[in-house]
């Protein structure tokens, strides 16, 4: 664990405690943090998350590369760290005594955070809720009685929660906001050496390590069949920071400094289950979406998830949009059966666009972030 601050707290400043443990919760918590910083000049955050939030001014305790594990029998294995950061993050907040305390998503860690402070009174901010509506249905009981403001950012969260009692308020989901591109294509392009004729089927075997060991070897050869099939074809891989790929042969490209440039000028894509997919929707590249669990985890999972689909695509649209290959069914010919069609002008590629349009309309308006931000500061007034 970094150094623990215990600097005591600014009356004049408002002290905000916000915890993300993924790289996805790090970019939303420092697009948080920059607006509340637009909006309250007096506002210092401390807490953990990475490098986005780092540079967006947060005091990190505890970097969110080592927090980000995923699975049962991966956090059993991490047990004893994890209540180390848990009883150090206790005794600081605490300390600090925070005006308020935002969390985002990684609710194994975060629910468990909130009983353990409830009783100090400080307020709790819930932003980028926990699926619960997909599996743990009964940890909406821990957001009624420990959060005072529950902040959903899928369009059917906010009536999911209503039945159940939790006044949940919509703000759009972040991915609406309009981003302008590091790169335009002509200099992502030039970046990597392609020619305008050239195909890009990108490749998105996940976020962290333990993701990439399981998808990355089906992956990599079903992609080099899928580009056997054409000389136009290349493939380029979103890495994320701190992912190994293993092997990786010399004709396929990299993009780590932004992958989501990938994204935005593929042609087509096969992305691991999570942030990536609803990505692909937003930059309207075609997508299948694939993921494999260890044994014991996949086991457990098929017990307790009763949801249709993984894809939050297709969860939108309440319908199969993106082809889903899930572990036994994550094979090289599956994936080249999917994938090959969209790389091309078909009636799959077009069907696919089609209910993309339907997925963006449904995340609402751009200004999830301001909104959010107005929300928590208006609870601090």
Known sequence: MGTVITSPRNPNVKL??????????DLHGARLVEEIRQQESNARFVGHG????AAAGVEILEHSDKLAVMGFTEVVKHLAYFKKVMRTTVET???LYPTRIILIDYPGFNLRLARYIFHLGIPITYFILPQVWAWKEKRVKIIRKYFDQVLSIFPFEKEW????KVAAQFIGHPFAEKSAAALTQDEFYQKHGLTADEKLLVLFPGS???????HWPVFLPAAQKIAQSSNSIRIIVGRAPHVELNPLPVDILVESDDPQLALRYGQAALVASGTATLEAAVYNIPAVVAYRLSAPTYY?????????????VNLIAGRQVVPELLQNQL???NIKQAVTPLLN???ERATLLSGYAEVRRALGAPGAYRLAAEAILAETR
């Open 300 to 312: 457990l999972a098929r017990l307790m998830v009763r949801l249709p689909y993984v894809a939050m």
């Open 208 to 214: 962290r390590q333990q993701e990439v060991d399981r």
């Open 161 to 164: 929660y209503r039945k159940r």
């Open 93 to 95: 907040i605490e300390q």
């Open 345 to 347: 002008n078909t009636n």
């Open 50 to 53: 990475g490098n986005k939030m």
């Open 16 to 25: 905000f405690f916000i915890v993300a443990g993924e790289d996805s919760g």
């Open 331 to 333: 094979t090289v010919g």
